[in-house]
């Protein structure tokens, strides 16, 4: 049967009709859905106009508190001039401050940490940077009497030797950690003493670049370091540790050399202790004559001899079966620069390689079970309500948490290393 032509106008207007029903529900829908999508318009744009108005009421803030600095910085001898150059076009870094929380929720063991200051990549590197610079390192050490391997050992724990010295406009860095109180006034001090720096013409605006904390240089000086400690090692005419090695290694032997470094004394050495040695707190806590712990049976791990002359004291991070140290007063002025065990140890072993030296004798206890931080926090403040001084609760055994556990250890009967450990941390709780 042959039905197309008769059939074809009835099909067309079929589907004519479901078009404009088609058409119809569209439109209805669209009508039914305008006053939503207005609504959620309008949402979004008072969300927006929110956010500009809360972001220019803090902007507005800020620029109050950069402006209520400006006293303070002409008291100091900065200018208006300085001072507008200085600020122009900073803004509030919400980043800078966000860096102050970011902590580990767990401290590395020291192993880890010296893994990665003390590296064969890095040993390598300080070894170039010592033979490269040799003539400055030299200078330094016979002009301030501060050895060159120790130099050596914080420009390479600080910047890599200068690789990388920081990309944050050190103004605005510290105006923002100030804005926000962090550890109260300091960084507004650090702030003027910035603005000083600038005032002096050692350095412009444009090249005041650091950390997000402030540190400047191959050698991270805060704002006041450097101006009391930085030199002009190379006669440029001006300060210069951003781009001048030379610059940076004078004023870290300066700032050494000031805080007490002492000439012929090393910062230590590592040390195997007799079977049987009768460990003290005292060992740990007060210095003696190194012949007294020759005397004792203490020997130094490379075989040489002891020093003739000056006194040193214990140093145990990871118990008796890690490496032990005898290290001097010099090893804390090391610790003024950044007052951290693991980062002074990684200075000191890091210029010895730098120099030639060894690697370490003994092994560290890698395979011991490391105290969670929130089982630090409980010993911490298990040893506090027993009446020892072991600083904040922070859940990190430092210099005065590893004094406290030595004393504890020694008044319990028990070795007085100093060392954190389950089994210690489960004699506590009985």
Do not use: C
């Amino acid at each position: 049967m042959n039905f197309a032509e008769g059939a074809a106008p009835t099909l067309f207007r079929a589907a004519r009709a479901t078009r404009l029903v088609r058409t119809f529900s569209i439109l209805g829908a669209m009508l039914l859905l305008l006053p939503a999508a207005a609504a959620l318009a309008a949402s979004h744009a008072k969300t927006k106009v929110a956010s500009h108005v809360k972001t220019t009421a803090a902007d507005h803030s800020f620029q109050l508190f950069i402006e209520s600095v400006w006293p303070e910085a002409r008291a100091h001898g900065v200018s208006r001039k300085t001072f507008d150059l200085a600020f122009r076009g900073v803004t509030y870094d919400a980043k800078v401050v966000a860096n102050t929380n970011a902590q580990a929720e767990f401290v590395k063991p020291i192993w880890e940490y010296l893994a990665s200051a003390v590296s064969t990549n890095r040993i390598e590197r300080a070894e170039a940077a010592a033979q490269q610079y040799q003539s400055w390192l030299s200078k330094a050490q016979h002009k301030f009497g501060v050895d060159a391997s120790v130099v050596t050992g914080i420009w390479g724990m600080e910047t890599d030797f200068g690789a990388f010295a920081g990309s944050d406009y050190v103004i605005r860095a510290l105006a923002s950690l100030a804005y926000v109180h962090y550890r109260g006034d300091y960084f507004k001090d650090e702030l003027i003493a910035a603005l000083q720096i600038l005032e002096e013409g050692d350095i412009t605006p444009a090249r005041m670049k650091g950390s997000w904390a402030g540190a400047m240089g191959q050698t991270q000086f805060m704002p006041s370091s450097f101006r009391e400690y930085a030199v002009d090692f190379d006669g440029a005419g001006r300060r210069d540790i951003w781009t001048s090695a030379p610059d940076a290694i004078g004023s870290t032997a300066n700032y050494l050399a000031k805080h007490g470094w002492i000439l012929g004394q090393p910062w230590g050495f590592e040390v195997i202790l007799p079977e049987g040695f009768d460990l003290k707190d005292a060992d740990s806590s007060h210095y003696a004559s190194f012949s007294a712990f020759a005397e004792r049976g203490v020997k130094r791990a490379d075989g040489k001899a002891m020093p003739q002359s000056g006194e040193a004291e214990l140093l145990i991070t990871a118990g008796l079966k890690g490496p032990i140290f005898l290290v001097t007063p010099n090893f804390k002025v090391i610790k003024s620069y950044n007052n951290s065990t693991s980062y002074a140890l990684g200075v000191a072993l890091l210029g010895d390689r730098a120099m030639g030296g060894g690697p370490l004798q003994a092994a560290w206890p890698i395979h011991d079970p490391q105290l969670s931080a929130a089982q630090m926090r409980e010993m911490q403040t298990r040893l506090k309500k027993m009446g020892y001084d072991v600083g904040e609760l922070d859940g990190k055994i430092g210099e005065s948490g590893r004094a406290a556990l030595r004393a504890y250890q020694e008044k319990t009967g028990l070795i007085p290393d100093g060392y954190p450990t389950l089994v210690l941390l489960s004699k506590m709780r009985k």
